[in-house]
């Protein structure tokens, strides 16, 4: 864990979006706090309540929750294909929901790159036109804008089917093409809503190590939401958890793990791999009296050590990445939090 302070790329501040009659007067009317049965009671949908959290350059940040919890409107409210009813969204220090629409659209074309369930692709255009689409709009040169998108081609590993139609392709070369089209732009910000749920559970987990090799190569500020809390886990740096509108906890899955705020954020947790995701440092106890004759490394995971751990009778050391002593853990511990 880093003690240095990641740069904000977008700051969402108490964003509402509510849907029916009237909403931006009912906020007002109750000081921006009304409750969920209040919102209710006037017949209105209370779809993002007063939802606050920042996203990190370069982080994956995922956002999790049941169907109808939310997600996608949130998502909608940042890249502003909806103008929240009431709320800041803070994206390079300017407020969207502020900037002239024209100047808006200009940020969404060149700095924004969206992928969606549905692919949404133009079905009488090849996968090479697909993805050279935003870049037409754009107004790039048609020489241009083919060879950015056969270098993209290459890069989501469709060489070969640059002439192929959206209906000759299965889901996920489809998907392929909608992720080659969204990163036409080289987006500063990769937003992505369940772009992998409509695949099968094979192909999905291929996309997903796709995924994480092309953020290894791109370093994005991501933003991808998704009902999978398996998948939040495995793609998301940390997670933020919807219900019914609101945000519940943001945090590491190591943070949801251990100390999950309610119910609902422990309901998706029971199942998660503890052991890959707790490290040594959140379990370990103080320092021995004694000087530890073996010892273990603090950002350790505990399925890294737990063999060691578990053969031994006596508790072991905890080092810092300097070496340090900073705890000990024994078997204790571990079977505690683990099982
Ligand atoms: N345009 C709309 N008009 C009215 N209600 C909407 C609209 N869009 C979404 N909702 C409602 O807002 C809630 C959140 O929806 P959504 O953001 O799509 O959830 P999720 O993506 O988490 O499944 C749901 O109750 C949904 O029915
Ligand atoms: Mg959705």
Redesign the pocket.
Known sequence: MSSMQPNIKISCKHVW?L??KNPKRFLQKHDYEPSFAQINEAGL????RDVSFDVYEREILMIM????????????CITQL?NPTAGEIIFDDVDLTKMPKKELMEVRRHKMGMVFQHFGLLPQRTVLENIAFPLEIQGIDQETRIKKARELVDVVGLTGRESYFPRELSGGQQQRVGIARSLAVEPDVWFL??PFSALDPLIRKEMQDEFLRLQQMLHKSIVF?T?DFDEAVRLGDRIAI?KD?ALVQIGTAEELVMSPADEYVEKFVTNAPRAKLISVRSVMGARLKTKPSASVNADAMLEDIAQQVMLSSKAHGVVDASGELVGSINKEQLVKVLF
Do not use: C
């Open positions: 979006q849907f029916g949908i209370g779809a993002v929750g049941l169907s109808g919890s939310g997600k996608s409107t949130m998502l909608r909806l809503d369940e939401v009902h919807m509108g």
